[in-house]
């Protein structure tokens, strides 16, 4: 059987295992609504998820830009200069350590509740890691190389464009794609801070009124949109770093 | 294309689609208007309480009063009062209790209407529990959010109705699990406002007592931030709101089939028949008997100082405040709906 079968296959069973145990256990909605509750809110209400979800992916793209840009432009500080990385890097620990709920609603009374704090929380969810890991792939240089490169008398920008920039690709996607799942995160609880739109918002308004089936749909949008995002970030490393594709050591 | 190539230009096709985004996106909807721009900051998200104002816009009350109005959901009274204050929006409608806290903090606010006219927080029980006064509660269980004004609502309550607060087991809960608590067994009361609903839902009977019962304090209002309602002009839109908002609850009073449609209508997601009920129990909290013989909206100072009594005692004020300052019914209509 191949891979993606398998995974059908095992999804498939699941929502069958789901569905049976809620009904034959009478769970109550309002604790763990049914496979077939969730799939029917997501028809009843798909223009307005669509909406929402339009909303959310919005907010999702622009703060992972905005987070995935300055990480990278935070790492390349950092790794040419000492002394960034003393000020940048405990900074940006500390700011991943602050719960994000808890500075959130500070967020509201600064930037207000359109889509400036949304953006804001998005992006602080998304630097850390893209920090992170470029700072790891742009230090990481082979020794041999970095001899080369100095008995040439090659130029610091000539080492960094040559040398460290092509070899933290790796390390750069990597970070991305833990980046875009946690901007994902950041999206909805700037949404819980405030919005008139969103995945977020529907959720809340759901869960207001009891609606756990409304509120499963919304996580099951979202969830679409992440492995969505996740995937395109997967495909282009596929496209621009074929040298770098996984090897499966699993039989 | 080399692999830096193929790498750059993939990260600029990134961030070009969402700067292509940005342009034609949701944000941008704003159109130009003769009227005057009203935003609206409500509470929390949409449920009963953005009826009135959904119904008030959908007659045309707000139009008729020069006024394009648009409503927004809130995240709890607490940052409503704070982004009113800021002056992102200009009016808003939070809890009394927040109000006060805010404007002792410094924030350039006042309330301009009453909304709520008795504190809609309850004890909610299951009926199988026989609570049915304060007093009953002795011995029990009672869950309730830790923030906010409810918990010292209760506590003064209990103060009022000579029973020991100390001789109940309170546990602090978040307030999206004090439903499903309750209906399993895990507490025996909680303290809530529009929670009966659900439970009904779910097939349970329910028992309410109304902290109300005890306590004659303000609630919820409606408020401004006061520099902008000190800019030239903004007096006279803060008049026509307040008078197409108290003729929305009017009409909402006497049409509450038409006025849940035309909320579900915007707001697809909420329940017609949850909002029936919900307006059902909120009909008790507005149309109170002091607030249909004094007019709705107008505010009563002794219900101010009430509450200023508890939040003192409560330490949520850390000292006493104008409360005359605090409110005006100033840019109320002369004739109120009674």
């Not at chain 1, 070899?167 to 995160?185: C, D, E, H, Q, W």
């Not at chain 2, 049915?132 to 269980?141: A, E, H, I, Y």
């Amino acid at each position: 059987m191949k891979g993606s079968a398998v995974t059908t296959a095992a999804i498939v069973g699941g929502l069958i295992l789901w569905e049976a145990l809620v009904r034959l256990l009478h769970v109550p909605a309002y604790l763990l609504p049914a496979p077939s509750a969730i799939a029917l809110s997501i028809w009843t209400f798909h223009h307005v998820l669509a909406i929402d979800a339009w909303y959310t992916t919005y907010e999702i793209l622009l703060g992972f830009a905005l987070g995935a840009g300055i990480g990278f432009a935070l790492a390349v500080l950092v790794t040419f200069s000492r002394v960034l990385d003393r000020i940048v890097m405990p900074a940006a620990v500390l700011t991943q350590i602050v719960p994000k709920l808890a500075v959130a609603p500070l967020f509201v009374v600064w930037f207000g509740t359109g889509l400036a704090p949304k953006l804001a929380i998005t992006a602080l969810m998304a630097i850390f890691p893209v920090l992170l890991n470029c700072v790891a792939g742009l230090v990481t240089v082979d020794r041999r190389w970095r001899e080369l490169f100095d008995s040439v008398c090659a130029s610091r920008w000539q080492l960094f464009f040559k040398i460290q920039l092509p070899n933290s690709s790796p390390y750069v996607f990597a970070g991305l794609k833990v980046g875009m799942t946690l901007a994902v995160v950041g999206a909805i609880v700037g949404e819980w801070m405030g919005a008139d739109h969103g995945l977020g918002n529907e959720m809340l308004i759901a869960n207001s009124q009891l609606h756990t089936d409304l509120v499963f749909a919304s996580l099951l949008v979202l969830s679409a949109i992440g492995l969505v995002l996740f995937g395109i970030i997967a495909l282009i490393e596929d496209m621009t770093l074929p040298k770098y594709r996984r090897v499966s050591v699993v039989g | 294309m080399n692999r830096i190539g193929r790498y750059l230009s993939g990260a600029t096709g990134v961030l070009l689609a969402a700067i292509a985004l940005c342009s034609g996106g949701p944000a941008a909807d704003a159109q130009p208007s003769s009227l005057s721009q009203v935003d609206f900051l409500q509470a929390y998200v949409p449920s009963s309480e953005f009826v009135y104002f959904v119904v008030a816009d959908k007659k045309g009350y707000y139009k008729q009063a020069g006024i394009n109005f648009t409503q927004h959901a809130g995240s709890g009274s607490a940052n409503t009062v704070k982004v009113v204050g800021t002056g992102e929006y200009p009016i808003g409608l939070a809890d009394a209790a927040l109000i006060l806290a805010g404007e002792q903090s410094g924030e350039p606010i006042q309330a301009v209407m009453g909304f709520y006219n008795t504190t809609p927080s309850s004890v909610i029980s299951l009926k199988a529990a026989r609570i049915t006064s304060l007093q009953d509660l002795v011995g029990k269980t009672l869950a309730s959010e830790a923030a906010g004004s409810t918990t010292p609502m209760w506590r003064a309550a209990m103060i009022a109705a000579h029973v020991p607060a100390d001789k109940v087991h309170w546990v602090a809960i978040d307030p999206s699990a004090k439903v499903p608590s309750l209906l399993l067994g895990k507490v025996d009361a909680i303290l809530g406002q529009l929670q009966p609903i659900q439970i009904e839902a779910q097939g349970k009977e329910v028992n309410i007592v109304p902290l109300g019962d005890v306590l004659h304090v303000i609630a919820d209002t409606v408020f401004v931030n006061t520099a902008w309602l000190h800019k030239p002009g903004n007096d006279r839109v803060l008049r026509g709101f307040i008078a197409a908002s108290l003729k929305g609850m009017e009409y909402t009073k006497d049409h509450i089939s038409e006025a849940v449609d035309l909320t579900n209508a915007e707001y697809p997601t909420l329940s017609k028949d949850v909002l029936s009920k919900q307006l059902a129990m909120e009909h008790h909290w507005i149309w109170t008997p002091d607030a249909t013989a004094s007019g709705l909206g107008k505010m009563d100072n002794q219900h101010w100082q009430n509450l200023e009594k508890i939040l003192l005692e409560a330490k949520i004020l850390r000292g006493p405040i104008a409360v005359d300052t605090a409110y005006t019914n100033a840019y109320l209509p002369a004739q109120l709906p009674h």
